[in-house]
C-alpha cells in the first residue's frame, strides 16, 4: 500500500488509492518489484507496480512516483489501470506538496527530482 506518514483525509486518501492500485493490478503482491535502478522505461506494469508499493512502504516516494509513471507507459495497461496508476502518483505528489508548503525540507528535494526526472 502507498502509505504516507502523517495525519488526516490525505493519508487515507493515499491508503485508499493503493487499494485501487491493488485491485487494478491483481496477484501484484506476489511479483518480484522492478528493480529501482532499471535503465529501461517500459516492462511488466505489475512489476513497476510493486517497485512503487515496495519504495511507499520505504518512505522512497521519488521512486514510488518514478515507478508508477514507468507502469502507466508499460505495453497493455488497461484504461482503468492507468486511471489508478495516476490517482496513486497524483495523491502522493499532492502529499508531498502540503508537506513542503509546511517548510519539509525533504518533500521539497523528493519534488524536485521528480520534476528533474520527467
Same mark, same amino acid.
Given at each position: 500500500? +502507498?502509505?504516507?506518514?502523517g495525519? !488526516?483525509?490525505?493519508?487515507?486518501d493515499?491508503?485508499?488509492? #493503493?487499494?485501487? +492500485?491493488?485491485?487494478?493490478?491483481?496477484?501484484?503482491a #506476489?511479483? =518480484?518489484?522492478?528493480?529501482?535502478?532499471?535503465?529501461?522505461?517500459?516492462? /511488466? %506494469?505489475?512489476?513497476?507496480?510493486?517497485?512503487? +508499493?515496495? =519504495? #511507499?512502504?520505504?518512505? /522512497?516516494?521519488v521512486?514510488?512516483?518514478?515507478?508508477?509513471?514507468?507502469?502507466?507507459?508499460?505495453? !497493455?495497461?488497461?484504461p482503468?489501470?492507468?486511471?489508478?496508476?495516476?490517482?496513486?502518483?497524483? !495523491?502522493?505528489?499532492?502529499? +508531498?506538496?502540503?508537506?513542503?508548503?509546511?517548510g /519539509?525540507? #525533504?518533500?521539497? %528535494?523528493a519534488? !524536485?527530482?521528480?520534476?528533474d %526526472?520527467h
Amino acid at each position: 500500500m +502507498l502509505v504516507l506518514s502523517g495525519c !488526516g483525509k490525505k493519508a487515507a486518501d493515499i491508503q485508499a488509492q #493503493s487499494g485501487e +492500485l491493488e485491485k487494478a493490478f491483481p496477484g501484484v503482491a #506476489s511479483v =518480484a518489484p522492478a528493480p529501482a535502478g532499471q535503465a529501461r522505461t517500459v516492462g /511488466d %506494469a505489475r512489476a513497476f507496480v510493486a517497485a512503487a +508499493l515496495s =519504495a #511507499s512502504r520505504s518512505n /522512497d516516494y521519488v521512486t514510488a512516483v518514478l515507478m508508477l509513471q514507468r507502469a502507466t507507459a508499460s505495453p !497493455g495497461v488497461t484504461p482503468e489501470q492507468v486511471a489508478a496508476l495516476q490517482a496513486a502518483r497524483k !495523491g502522493v505528489v499532492a502529499e +508531498l506538496m502540503t508537506r513542503a508548503d509546511r517548510g /519539509d525540507e #525533504s518533500a521539497k %528535494a523528493a519534488l !524536485g527530482r521528480i520534476g528533474d %526526472a520527467h
